[in-house]
């Protein structure tokens, strides 16, 4: 149960961090950082470190998401 809290937590964050992201879509943090690298979801750099909209990453998972390896819309 107390994982289910961990993800709603994460939903009402403005910003989150690409582990974060990896956490709540269920996917390594390569995966993310290849997202972004391929421009599927947006991302901020705020120092070293980059920031990815929860409202960008909840529209991509409610699109259906792409294959990251070969770019195709899933």
Same mark, same amino acid.
């Given at each position: 149960m107390e994982e289910v809290g961990r993800e709603e937590s994460l939903v009402k964050a403005v910003m989150l961090y690409p582990n974060e992201v990896a #956490? +709540?879509?269920k996917v390594s943090r390569w995966t993310v950082? #290849? +997202?972004?690298k391929r421009k599927k979801l947006p991302a901020t750099k705020i120092g070293r470190g980059i920031r990815i909209p929860t409202r960008a990453v909840m529209e991509f998972i409610n699109s259906g998401g792409t294959d990251v390896l070969t770019g195709k819309e899933a």
């Open positions: #956490e +709540l879509m950082y #290849e +997202l972004v």
